[in-house]
């Protein structure tokens, strides 16, 4: 340090070495001279930066019946090609004999956000004459990738970012007869809707008049509250008195009444998705329809969707799991590790003559389905 002194007599330090700026990151402000600022705000930017690095998924699974419009509608949704586009396959092949699950993903930018999509589709469904108990492999598929984010989460070394492959959104197609539900629809949605946010939507809606649209979509509703069926956005997750207004709005559109189109045409100078009819071309997106609610759920809603099913029908499944493994070698002590002390008097456990693979929660790997129900 050197010393110096000014015409006033005051000691002053100053310090020999350059004084070097600290860089200052994009979009975050200066605040000079500030001595009273904190810096707390700058976390914001810092998490925004990082996840636009990470990037975002989300995995959404569409389940009807053939011929509903599951493809187009997703393609209408995110304005591209994200939905699974099978071949015509022979007459007598057409209609699967059981019920397939088929995914596909995509990396969609959008301003500088990347994200993987991807899109579970489930032909089959309800094409048979026989469609009992047609949600099991629905069910399974979900119960699989919970185990497989729980066998990952689990394990001694983890990695550092577990790929997600959980179903986060379920949209079920529901035809528009315009009477009600069918017995098949309130099974499946009544059984789904605990393992999964469920999102019911009427397909091609455009078949419906107004009147019989509204009459419709309020028998739904009333079938709904009298199964006890929970649909996303789930009442009991508002949080506050803000989300309670948005969710409640949202709610009252239940089931959105959707019309899907990939195909652009021309209208008043301006091009839109529609469909076309010789009584005039229908928008597949209008702003005053519900493709505008549904989509709004994927606009302001995808996080809180992500949260719901990490931190409530996950943890659902991954406690049961827990529960049943210690319940499982409380009843077989023989399948414990065997325990020898060593020298210094401290136990040693013997993994190498365990019958089974034991996780090192002591949860075991899972060898057969599990039905996630409550």
Known sequence: MIYRYDNQIRPQYVSAKPHHPIPQAKGEKSHGNDFSYVGIDAILEQMRRKAMKQ??????????????????LMNTLFKSKVSRKSAQPNPEERI??????????????????????????????????N???????????????????????????????????????????IPATGHCLRPLDVEFMRRLSKVVNIVPVIAKADTLTLEERDFFKQTIREELRANGIDVYPQKEFDEDAEDRIINDKIREMIPFAVVGSDQEYQVNGKKILGRKTKWGTIEGNPCE????????????????????????????????????????????????PAVQP???????????????????NGVAAQHEALTHEM
């Open 55 to 72: 990037g975002f998924e989300l995995n959404i699974m569409v389940v009807g019946q053939s011929g509903l419009g599951k493809s187009t």
């Open 96 to 129: 699967p004999k059981t019920i397939e699950i088929k995914s596909i993903s995509h990396d969609i930018e959008e301003k500088g956000v990347r994200m993987k999509l991807t899109v579970i589709d489930t032909p089959g469904f309800g094409d048979q004459i």
């Open 131 to 173: 469609n009992e108990n047609c949600w099991q492999p629905i069910m399974k598929f979900i119960n699989d990738q919970y185990e497989t984010y729980l066998q990952e989460e689990i394990n001694i070394n983890r990695k550092k970012r577990i790929p997600d492959s959980r179903v986060h959104c379920c949209i079920y197609f």
């Open 289 to 336: 329809s519900s493709n505008k609610y549904c989509l709004l759920i994927f606009r302001t809603h995808m996080q809180n969707i992500k949260d719901i099913t990490g931190s409530i029908h996950y943890e659902t499944y991954r406690v049961r799991r827990l529960n049943e493994s210690n319940a499982h070698f409380s009843s077989h002590p023989s399948e414990r």
């Open 342 to 360: 060593q020298a210094n008097g401290q136990p040693e456990e013997q993994q190498q003559q365990q019958p089974r693979i034991v996780q090192a």
